[in-house]
C-alpha cells in the first residue's frame, strides 16, 4: 500500500504499508542414509575391493548378499547406533513479513525514509535429542560427587563389583568402586573437572573390564536403560517445528539523487534477531536442547546474523573541474581535456559485531562439551570487550587473566585426581573472579550470546577518468582501492573457538585475520 498525504506540501509525503507471508515449501524428511545411519537391514550394502581392474570379463555374479538380516534387532551392546525420527504432525514453516513507511521529501533531489520493518518465523525445523545422559534421578550425580570428594560411593561399588579397572578386583573393602575409577586414566580426568556428563556415558558405553559395551551397568545389575532411554543408540533424535524466530528494525535512509554531479544514498539500521540460538542457527540442540530439555522455549537468544547496529553508504562525485564547472573552465584545451570529467566514488559499511557464545568446556550436565556458558560470578560487562594490541598478539578482553579454578582445593587428591584438574576461571585485574565453570549438575548461569565479536569497517573508493576521443568513443581510466583504509577482519574469534572458552589459556585472544589494502588499475575503451 502506497499513500500520499498532502502533509507540509502536496506529494511530498508517502506513506507505505506492506504484508506478506511465505512457506517454505513441503516439509523435507532427510534421506534413509541421513537418518537410519547404518542401521541393520534398513542400510544394506557390499564392497568388492580387488588390486586388479574390475571389469564384466572378470567380474563374478551374483554379487554375494549381506549377512545382516532385515530389520534384524540392534543388539543392546552395540551403543554406537544413530537414529533420527520426525514428529507426526510435522508441519511447513512459514515467514510473516510486515513493513511500515514514511517518506519526506526534504529538499529538490533528497528525499528521507523512515521504516519499521520486522518478520516472524513459525514452526520451524530443529532437533531435538532424546537419548541424552541422566544423572539425576538414578543416582549417579550424587556418587560422583561422593567419588570427587575423595569418598566411596555404595552405587560404584556395587556397579563394579568384581571387576578390575587397574587398582585391583572390587570389593567394596580394601578396593572401592569409587577410587578403581579415580585410579582409572579413562575416567580421571573427567571425574576432576565436573564432567559429569561425559563421565556418564563412558560408563554407559566403555567395554573397560567387561569387553562389552555396557558391560559395567550390566554388572551391577541395573537395567540396560539407567543412563540412557534407548541404550542400543548412541543419539537419537526427533525432528520437529519447535522453534519460532523474531526480526524487528528501525531503518532510516537518505537519499541524494544526482545533481549537480553528486549522488549518495546512506542508510541505519537498528534491529534485533530472536530465536533459538545454535550453531549457524541451523542447529539449535547445541546450546537449547542439552541446556534445558524440557522446556525449548527458555533458550531463546539473539541469532548468528543479528547485528544491533548497520551503516551502509554508497555515492560518486563528478569533480568540479573543467568545461561548464566552477574551478579551470577557461584554461587552455589540453588542460581542460586533462582535468574534466573526473569521478569520485565510494562504498561503506560499518556492521556491529556478531552475537557470540562464551563456553565452559564441561560437561556438568550432558555428554557434550562446548555448549554450556559459565557461571556469571562477578561483574563481567557487556561492553568489557575491546580490540586490543598486545606485545605478543591481540586480545578482545584486555585487562582479564585466565587462572587455575580454586575449586581444584575441593577435589580429592587420593589416586592422583587432583593432578588431572585442568579447569580454569577469568579474574579481572585486581584477581577477582568474573567467570567460572558451573558445578556438577548445574546449567551456567551466563545467557547466551552475550556479547558481541569485534565490529566490521570497510571502505572501497574509486577515481574514474574519462576522456572522449570522437563522437561515439570514449577512453576510461579507473583505479580501485579496496579496504583503503587496511581495516582487518578477524576470523581467529568466535563461537566453537577456543578463545571463547575460559578454560583456555588462550582466552580472548585473537589469532587470525585477514583483509588487505589492495589497488587495480584499469582501463578500457567505450564505444
Do not use: C
Amino acid at each position: 500500500m502506497s499513500w500520499s498525504r498532502p502533509w507540509w506540501g502536496k506529494d511530498k509525503t508517502i506513506v507505505r504499508a506492506g504484508y506478506g507471508v511465505s512457506y517454505q515449501g513441503a516439509a523435507t524428511y532427510i534421506a534413509v542414509d541421513g537418518a537410519v545411519g547404518n542401521l541393520p537391514g534398513l542400510n544394506l550394502f557390499v564392497e568388492q575391493t580387488t588390486n586388479n581392474y574390475l571389469g564384466l570379463s572378470n567380474f563374478s555374479l551374483p554379487v554375494p548378499a549381506s549377512t545382516t538380516k532385515p530389520l534384524e534387532p540392534i543388539p543392546l551392546t552395540d551403543r554406537q547406533q544413530t537414529i533420527q525420527g520426525y514428529e507426526d504432525k510435522r508441519v511447513n514453516p512459514y515467514v510473516q513479513n510486515w513493513n511500515l513507511e514514511i517518506q519526506r521529501e526534504l529538499a529538490k533531489n533528497l528525499t528521507f525514509e523512515a521504516r519499521y520493518v520486522g518478520s516472524k518465523a513459525t514452526k520451524l525445523w530443529a532437533p531435538f535429542p532424546l537419548n541424552d545422559v541422566n544423572v539425576f534421578e538414578n543416582g549417579i550425580l550424587n556418587a560422583y560427587n561422593i567419588t570427587r570428594a575423595g569418598g566411596d560411593a555404595l552405587l560404584f561399588d556395587q556397579m563394579l563389583r568384581g571387576r578390575d579397572l587397574g587398582l585391583g578386583i572390587v570389593n567394596g573393602t580394601t578396593v572401592t568402586g569409587s577410587a578403581s575409577l579415580r585410579n582409572n586414566s579413562l575416567f580421571r580426568a573427567f571425574i576432576a573437572n565436573g564432567d559429569v556428563g561425559q563421565f556418564a556415558n563412558l560408563l554407559n558405553t566403555s567395554p573397560t573390564a567387561t569387553g562389552q559395551a555396557g558391560g559395567l551397568v550390566r554388572n551391577g545389575g541395573f537395567a540396560e536403560n539407567f543412563i540412557v532411554v534407548n541404550p542400543q543408540f548412541q543419539s537419537v533424535t526427533l525432528n520437529g517445528n519447535s522453534p519460532n524466530s523474531t526480526y524487528h528494525s528501525m531503518q532510516l535512509q537518505v537519499t541524494k539523487r544526482l545533481s549537480q554531479g553528486f549522488t549518495n544514498q546512506t542508510s541505519y539500521t537498528w534491529s534485533r534477531a530472536i530465536g533459538l540460538a545454535g550453531t549457524g542457527d541451523t542447529n539449535p540442540d547445541r546450546t537449547a536442547s542439552y541446556r534445558n530439555p524440557r522446556n525449548i522455549a527458555l533458550d531463546k537468544g539473539l541469532l548468528s546474523f543479528h547485528r544491533t547496529h548497520a551503516i551502509r553508504s554508497n555515492g560518486t562525485w563528478q569533480l568540479p573541474f573543467g568545461p561548464n564547472q566552477k574551478f579551470l573552465g577557461n584554461v587552455p584545451g589540453l588542460v581542460q581535456r586533462l582535468v574534466e570529467r573526473w569521478q569520485l566514488g565510494g562504498i561503506m559499511s560499518w556492521n556491529s559485531g556478531a552475537p557470540l557464545d562464551i563456553n565452559g568446556s564441561t560437561s556438568s550436565i550432558n555428554a557434550t562439551t562446548s555448549i554450556m556458558t559459565p557461571n556469571l560470578v562477578g561483574n563481567f560487562p557487556k561492553n568489557i570487550r575491546k580490540v586490543t594490541k598486545l606485545a605478543n598478539g591481540v586480545t578482545y578482553f584486555d585487562g582479564l587473566q585466565v587462572v587455575t579454578d580454586p575449586t581444584r582445593a575441593n577435589v580429592s587428591s587420593l589416586q592422583g585426581l587432583q593432578g588431572a584438574f585442568s579447569n580454569r576461571v577469568i579474574v579481572d585485574s585486581q584477581g577477582r573472579i568474573l567467570l567460572a565453570n558451573p558445578a556438577p549438575g548445574e546449567v551456567g548461569s551466563l545467557g547466551l550470546k552475550w556479547i558481541e565479536g569485534p565490529a566490521r569497517l570497510n571502505l572501497d573508493m574509486n577515481l574514474v577518468k574519462r576522456v572522449r576521443l570522437t563522437e561515439t568513443k570514449e577512453f576510461e581510466l579507473r583505479i580501485d582501492a579496496i579496504n583503503i583504509l587496511n581495516k582487518p577482519i578477524f576470523t581467529g574469534f568466535g563461537n566453537n573457538n577456543a578463545n571463547l572458552d575460559i578454560n583456555s589459556l588462550n582466552f580472548g585472544r585473537i589469532t587470525g585475520a585477514i583483509g588487505s589494502r589492495a589497488f587495480t588499475l584499469n582501463a578500457r575503451v567505450n564505444f
